[in-house]
């Protein structure tokens, strides 16, 4: 684990964020053309995906490829309209509004068959060696979701 007092002493350069700037951008592209090997292509081999609030996690680009199949299945019209992001040595933190039909059962809450509106801050945290993201820790709000560590 990075210790904190690293991650903020971290010195910046306008060419590395430049470098997460693109690469956050090639990654939404690819998530919203549901181009999995291209969004897997922005990630480092052991990324993270973590839902913090539920403690639901996926690991590698294996659990990558689970998180987004069974998020793209139970909303296949998700929609994220981009609200607030910062960009610095550390990585990304986004915040959007999120809409999408809950077509199929999601980390056990079933479907309801109806169009949902939620908000998620999302950071990506960047690996300056691999210069990928590490994966994405999600916070939701306005989303029922069950706890994993119930």
């Given at each position: 684990m990075t210790d904190i007092r690293d991650l903020i002493r971290r010195e910046t350069?306008?060419?590395?964020?430049?470098?997460?700037?693109e690469l956050w951008k090639r990654h939404s592209i690819a998530e919203d053309d549901?181009?999995?090997p291209g969004?897997?292509?922005t990630l480092t081999g052991d990324c993270v995906y973590e839902l913090v609030q539920t403690g639901h996690r996926w690991e590698g680009h294996e659990g990558a490829t689970r998180f987004y199949?069974?998020?793209l299945s139970?909303?296949?019209d998700i929609h994220f309209d981009l609200t607030d992001i910062v960009i610095g040595p550390q990585g990304v933190c986004e915040e959007a509004d999120v809409t999408g039909t809950h077509e199929a059962e999601w980390l056990g809450f079933p479907p309801l068959g109806e169009?949902?509106?939620w908000k998620v801050v999302i950071f990506f945290p960047w690996d300056p060696q691999a210069r990928l993201f590490r994966g994405e820790k999600v916070y939701t709000a306005g989303l029922p979701l069950p706890d994993a560590r119930a």
């Open positions: 350069s306008t060419t590395e964020h430049e470098a997460i700037r549901r181009d999995l969004l897997l292509s199949g069974q998020l139970a909303f296949p169009r949902l509106s």
